[in-house]
């Protein structure tokens, strides 16, 4: 980590087909589950929120450029008429197929990238509506990172060559960032993987009254 950056990050080696929980919280009593991500043994990613108890998730494709990313809160489509469980996720298949809410789309594939990718953006509502950590598991990361009434929260997820997940991606003058490296090595058939979770606290702004989740896609597939 660079002295004079505010991006903290830590380095997790993981095994295919086990789920990473990822809390966040300014204390141990505080932590609240907000995703989690998981291997396949293909190199498959899989994501998905962590089981708001009263929220429903919007989801949208979107064509970034330059990495910017604007979302009006009026768009999206809701995953379901009933807030979400376990089930609800995202896949990020190797071959590029992604399956999402029961929407399908297509990016490049994973098993072939050579460089570092953006798979999506995850914008949770109020940690509130996030349930409390009561125990740690085995797989599960905590966060401390400080949750401000009026500075939401984007986690920013990338994909890499496990050789090029250094240094991990950084977001210039954000008040507070830390991330979460993910290395897979013991993938079948498939070069090591890494999977960056860049959580960034972003300038004082109302939170989304959703979870978004918002991924690149192929231009023809818009």
């Given at each position: 980590?660079?002295?004079?950056?505010?991006?903290?990050?830590?380095?997790?080696?993981?095994?295919?087909?086990?789920?990473?929980?990822?809390?966040?919280?300014?204390?141990?009593?505080?932590?609240?589950?907000?995703?989690?991500?998981?291997?396949?043994?293909?190199?498959?990613?899989?994501?998905?929120?962590?089981?708001?108890?009263?929220?429903?998730?919007?989801?949208?494709?979107?064509?970034?450029?330059?990495?910017?990313?604007?979302?009006?809160?009026?768009?999206?489509?809701?995953?379901?008429?009933?807030?979400?469980?376990?089930?609800?996720?995202?896949?990020?298949?190797?071959?590029?197929?992604?399956?999402?809410?029961?929407?399908?789309?297509?990016?490049?594939?994973?098993?072939?990238?050579?460089?570092?990718?953006?798979?999506?953006?995850?914008?949770?509502?109020?940690?509130?509506?996030?349930?409390?950590?009561?125990?740690?598991?085995?797989?599960?990361?905590?966060?401390?990172?400080?949750?401000?009434?009026?500075?939401?929260?984007?986690?920013?997820?990338?994909?890499?060559?496990?050789?090029?997940?250094?240094?991990?991606?950084?977001?210039?003058?954000?008040?507070?960032?830390?991330?979460?490296?993910?290395?897979?090595?013991?993938?079948?058939?498939?070069?090591?993987?890494?999977?960056?979770?860049?959580?960034?606290?972003?300038?004082?702004?109302?939170?989304?009254?959703?979870?978004?989740?918002v991924w690149p896609v192929?231009?023809?597939?818009?």
């Open positions: 980590m660079n002295a004079a950056s505010n991006c903290f990050a830590g380095i997790w080696e993981v095994d295919p087909r086990k789920a990473v929980r990822i809390a966040i919280g300014d204390s141990r009593e505080s932590l609240r589950c907000v995703l989690w991500v998981e291997f396949g043994k293909d190199g498959s990613i899989y994501f998905g929120p962590r089981n708001p108890k009263y929220a429903y998730v919007k989801t949208a494709a979107k064509q970034m450029k330059d990495g910017d990313l604007f979302i009006p809160y009026d768009e999206g489509e809701p995953s379901s008429s009933e807030p979400i469980n376990n089930s609800n996720k995202m896949s990020f298949h190797a071959s590029g197929v992604i399956t999402s809410f029961g929407r399908r789309s297509i990016r490049s594939a994973i098993r072939d990238i050579s460089t570092r990718e953006l798979l999506c953006h995850f914008l949770p509502e109020k940690l509130s509506k996030f349930p409390v950590l009561e125990a740690l598991r085995k797989f599960d990361i905590p966060l401390k990172f400080p949750a401000a009434d009026h500075r939401p929260i984007v986690c920013s997820v990338y994909v890499a060559p496990m050789a090029l997940a250094l240094p991990p991606v950084e977001v210039n003058d954000a008040p507070f960032q830390c991330s979460v490296l993910l290395m897979c090595n013991t993938l079948e058939g498939v070069q090591p993987l890494s999977v960056q979770l860049l959580f960034v606290q972003k300038e004082k702004n109302e939170w989304p009254p959703y979870t978004y989740i192929k231009e023809h597939d818009l």
